[in-house]
């Protein structure tokens, strides 16, 4: 009798870590998707003054050099 109890117990706790490590799996991926989506915004932000930059540029025609 012990040895099926200890096998129920064993079971149960296993799945209590699995469920313990999946809720942190989910959690850190929820926050990589936050800091992807903010670090698009700023590539974003960053594309459009590098073409606000070339167009003043074009229109006065000057160099780089």
Do not use: K, S
């Not at 149960?12 to 698009?40: I, K």
């Amino acid at each position: 009798m012990l040895w099926p109890m200890l096998a129920v117990a064993l079971g149960f706790l296993g799945t209590a870590v699995l469920g313990v490590l999946g809720v942190r799996v989910f959690l850190e991926a929820r926050r990589l998707g936050r800091q992807v989506a903010a670090t698009a915004e700023r590539v974003n932000r960053a594309a459009e003054d590098l073409e606000r930059a070339a167009a003043r540029l074009a229109r006065t025609g000057e160099t780089l050099r």
